[in-house]
């Protein structure tokens, strides 16, 4: 009826797990030896838990000291799994509460489960005995009733499934009498029925069968060898029944733990007492026996964390086989021998620069395998870091961040974690994890200059470098990625693109054409630098082009007319005085600065030491009075040079005619207009002239006739004719003693309409709008053809220029 009771608890125990909540934890009661995958309960439906978040949330079972890992759980369902074999006796021997720790460990947020999981002992071990035969030497004098007691035999199992009762072959002179050991361990005794009768039998065989309570029943079976001798009527006998030592671990080897002692009455080989230690199997001995003295000895490394006590059998023989018993209990004490084990359980590296502060990037559990205060641990970091450590449950830390992250200042964290137990002395241990900041795109390029300037010469070649540019990105990779362009604008009403262009990736700007410092002297551009990030960050710096001047215009003669189609004179008063004004050359430069320096010199005169010309304003001014003897026909050829290097320069005819009015040059009377006849007469005048006059205007005559040769002549005066201010280019500009045209220098000359005997008519200054309309004088070019040997192709009288200052009148 026991049996069957105990079989009915086990069927129930395999059948129904049993499931508790205390504080959030569970409890499990599983058989030991269940198959792989076997489920053990459902999780997830014991805690409530939203079964499809297991998997985001990263479930998974762990144990508190790292050791292997029984189970496992399904994220699809819930369940908690077998998932390595679990032997009972390999885990706890021959505890009585057997049972297996783990974790259930969640994330985002972090949360943890103790599960524990009872593991049921089942009859998978049969009883067995230390020797292969029990060896007794029993004297025939022994007395009816003696008792001899035999090893006992050793289950695996504990409980129901443990050693439960031994029978003895049948026989006539023993019977077996099973007796109760300290903690319920069951053995038997020999009780000798009827005596021995040495010379009758001198050894005996019996089999003594050892049973467990575990369906199937399993058993054991040793052979009893007995010898029987003389008489030894004496046992030996323990000082103490039980001997219990206490003993610190990792104590050295062959530290001395207790001495266990028997004394026998008898004498001689009745009295010699050997000790033994009574064990079934042992893979590790960690005690050693000293045979003679009884002295107990370590003989391998104690470990408080594989072991905390030890209970061991000891045994008295004498000579004769007459043995005794006693039990050595040793409690190993806990040391601060195990430093804390640092565990990351989960790292997100790299981390983006832009996470908030506050941000869980690691799970760090840490564990200590000692007990008491040697087992609690405190957790830090170094202080120079933006991170901290967050006590969360257990021995669980969450690394959190403090701050802001920047990558472009820090990149890579080395982060020291240290934990320190509270033993005395106190051990720690360090883990280092190495933590990169992930680079976002947050800077945008910046130049290193806060505006360029280029400065080229002109008439450059096209694709000349002018300057570069340089923008940093302090991001990574194509986030730091600099490409350079110019931003779309107009430079003088054409694109910028015509002008300018950047290389894309070194930033160097080239000119795209040759750039003429007279059409313009500067401009800005705009260069954008972007880098490759998604979305693209970019930044604009001004350049600002210089085109310097160089000496490629020559000097341009305004006044008088150097192209040689116009006849330009002008009249000098007889009365004029030394110094006074007589004419003015007028000529600009397209150039600037000293490019456009000019200066006037008379190269060719008639009269060399009459008249003089300003070195910088072009002002013609006698050098002396006029004299009768002076040469009523004067020419001037005048030169006007630039300072730029080399110098360029122009040339230009001046005539002037020495005489108060015009009726006093007699080759200005009654030409005719005829155009047919124009040639004519000029040549019956140079014959008049010639044979009235000496030889030099005999030379004079020759002279114009060689220049005199068009058809065609034009009028000598259509009107009144003056060099407006507007004649001047309008960018040209004025500089102080270059000979740059200015409005106060601007005269002009009328004839009053009439005979060739009217007097000329001066004018200080004139206006365009107050021009009168009556003043003119029409004469034919030939009028003064025979006056000038030297004269242009094509004569066109523009205007006169009074002979002196108006202020002299």
Same mark, same amino acid.
């Given at each position: ?25 569970? =409890? ?10 076997? %489920? ?24 508190? !000291? ?12 819930? #369940? ?18 057997? @049972? ?7 994330? *985002? ?14 009859? !998978? ?29 050793? !289950? ?80 030996? @006998? ?6 219990? +030592?206490?003993?610190?671990? /990792? ?14 009455? !008898? ?14 199997? #042992? ?81 760090? /559990? %840490? ?24 006590? =969360? ?17 820090? =990149? ?90 950047? *290389?894309?990736?070194?930033?160097? @700007? ?29 930044? *604009? %710096? ?32 007889? +009365? ?19 490019? +456009? ?76 207009? #005829? ?15 010639? @044979? ?50 200015? =409005?106060?220098? *601007? ?63």
């Amino acid at each position: 009826m026991g049996c069957r009771k105990r079989a009915l608890l086990f069927g129930l125990a395999f059948i129904f797990l049993g499931i508790d909540h205390v504080n959030g934890d569970l =409890s499990y009661s599983i058989p030991e030896e269940m198959k792989r995958g076997s %489920v053990i309960g459902n999780i997830a439906k014991d805690l409530g838990l939203d079964l499809g978040r297991l998997s985001i949330r990263k479930a998974r079972i762990d144990t508190e !000291d790292n050791s292997a890992k029984y189970c496992g759980i399904n994220l699809n369902t819930g #369940d908690l799994i077998v998932q390595e074999r679990i032997d009972r006796e390999g885990l706890c021997a021959k505890k009585a509460a057997c @049972v297996l720790k783990q974790e259930l460990v969640l994330e *985002n947020p972090l949360e943890l489960h103790r599960i524990s999981i009872r593991v049921q002992d089942i009859n !998978d071990n049969s009883p067995q005995f230390k020797e292969e035969s029990l060896q007794f030497e029993i004297q025939e004098s022994a007395i009816k009733g003696a008792q001899f007691m035999l090893d006992e035999a050793h !289950d695996g199992d504990i409980g129901e499934n443990a050693v439960q009762d031994y029978s003895l072959q049948q026989n006539d002179h023993f019977q077996l009498n099973v007796k109760i050991k300290g903690a319920g361990r069951k053995y038997g005794e020999l009780i000798l029925k009827k005596e021995l009768d040495r010379e009758d039998k001198k050894e005996l065989m019996l089999l003594l069968t050892a049973f467990d309570g575990g369906s199937p029943q399993r058993s054991g079976t040793v052979v009893i060898h007995i010898t029987v001798l003389d008489a030894n009527d004496n046992v030996p @006998v323990f000082s103490q029944a039980v001997y219990k +030592a206490s003993l610190p671990e /990792n104590s050295p080897l062959d530290t001395l733990v207790i001495k266990v002692c028997a004394t026998d009455a !008898d004498d001689g080989i009745h009295g010699e007492i050997t000790y033994g230690l009574d064990h079934v199997s #042992d893979e590790k001995q960690v005690f050693s026996l000293n045979s003679k003295t009884g002295e107990v000895k370590v003989s391998e490394t104690i470990d408080y964390e594989k072991e905390s006590s030890y209970e061991m059998q000891i045994s008295a023989k004498d000579g004769l086989g007459l043995a005794s018993y006693t039990t050595v209990l040793i409690e190993i004490s806990d040391m601060n021998d195990n430093a804390p084990v640092i565990f990351m359980k989960s790292f997100t590296n790299p981390i983006p620069e832009n996470v908030s502060p506050g941000t869980e990037v690691g799970i760090v /559990n %840490v564990q200590d395998r000692d007990s008491a205060a040697n087992r609690q641990v405190r957790c830090s970091i170094q202080q120079n870091v933006p991170f901290k450590l967050v006590s =969360s449950i257990k021995n669980y830390y969450s690394l959190v961040t403090t701050g802001q992250l920047d990558r472009e200042l820090e =990149s890579d964290y080395n982060i020291t974690i240290t934990a320190t137990d509270e033993g005395s002395p106190p051990l720690s241990s360090s883990k280092t994890v190495q933590l990169s900041v992930a680079d976002i795109n947050d800077n945008p390029p910046v130049f290193e200059e806060q505006s360029y300037s280029a400065y080229v010469t002109e008439n450059n070649k096209a694709g000349s470098t002018l300057c570069s540019v340089t923008a940093r990105d302090p991001d990574w990779r194509q986030n730091g990625t600099v490409i350079y362009s110019l931003l779309p604008g107009d430079v003088n009403g054409a694109p910028v693109s015509s002008y300018l262009s950047v *290389n894309g990736d070194t930033g160097v @700007v080239h000119a795209v054409r040759s750039f003429d410092y007279e059409q313009f002297r500067s401009f800005k551009v705009h260069v954008m630098a972007r880098d490759n990030g998604s979305p693209p960050l970019s930044s *604009n %710096v001004t350049v600002s082009v210089f085109v310097s001047d160089v000496n490629d215009n020559s000097p341009q003669i305004l006044y008088p007319n150097p192209e040689g189609n116009s006849f330009m004179t002008e009249l000098v008063p007889k +009365a004029a005085h030394g110094g006074s004004l007589v004419s003015k050359v007028i000529a600009v430069d397209a150039d600037s600065g000293q490019n +456009a320096w000019l200066s006037y010199h008379i190269v060719k005169s008639t009269d060399p030491g009459l008249f003089t010309i300003g070195l910088h304003s072009g002002e013609i001014r006698t050098q002396r009075d006029i004299s009768e003897s002076d040469s009523m026909k004067q020419n001037l050829i005048v030169s006007v040079k630039d300072n730029g290097q080399p110098s360029l320069s122009a040339t230009c005819s001046m005539y002037l005619l020495i005489s108060d009015n015009l009726a006093e040059v007699p080759e200005l009377k009654d030409i005719s207009y #005829d155009e047919k006849n124009s040639k004519l007469t000029s040549y019956l005048i140079i014959a008049l002239v010639s @044979v009235s006059t000496f030889f030099v205007t005999f030379i004079i005559i020759i002279l114009g006739v060689r220049f005199c040769r068009r058809r065609k002549p034009r009028l000598l005066f259509d009107g009144a004719v003056a060099i407006p201010s507007a004649y001047l280019p309008p960018n040209y500009a004025d500089v102080d003693g270059t000979g740059i045209l200015r =409005s106060t220098y *601007n005269y002009d000359a009328y004839l009053t309409t009439g005979s060739r005997t009217s007097d000329f008519k001066f004018v200080s200054s004139y206006n365009d709008n107050t021009l009168p309309a009556d003043q003119t004088l029409r004469k034919s070019p030939s009028d003064f053809a025979e006056v000038f040997g030297d004269c242009d192709d094509s004569p066109q009288f523009h205007r006169f220029e009074p002979l002196w200052d108006p202020a002299e009148r």
